[in-house]
């Protein structure tokens, strides 16, 4: 993630920090819980998309499926900020270990 968007991020997390009405903890775990709503969104788009309402027919386009999944996104690094003011430390370790888990695996016997 380029240090502009983890910038952005940061902006995002202060004007909320600023706008908040509910004790800290309530406000981390709302911004947490926010993810289930926008990866709800991301479904329905899928959803309207493929046509798969008969009633509704095709209701969204893969661009929206697109705008929603950088929804997801952006919920997920607003709410890890939330957490850790080192939220681009953490996602870097983290997408670190999934790669040598992922990438660095040994071909199994007999490929």
Do not use: Y
């Not at 380029?2 to 952005?8: L, R, S, V």
């Amino acid at each position: 993630m380029d240090e502009h968007a983890w910038t952005t991020v940061a902006q995002l997390h202060a004007w909320l920090a600023e706008s908040a009405s509910r004790p800290p903890h309530e406000e981390t775990l709302l911004r947490i819980l926010k993810l289930s709503e926008e990866v709800g969104e991301v479904a329905q788009a899928v959803i309207g998309a493929t046509g798969q309402n008969p009633r509704k027919g095709t209701s969204h386009s893969w661009q929206d499926v697109e705008a929603e999944l950088c929804d997801v996104i952006v919920t997920a690094m607003v709410a890890l900020r939330t957490l850790t003011p080192d939220a681009a430390g953490v996602f870097a370790g983290h997408l670190e270990r999934v790669a040598d888990r992922s990438l660095n695996r040994p071909e199994p016997a007999g490929e």
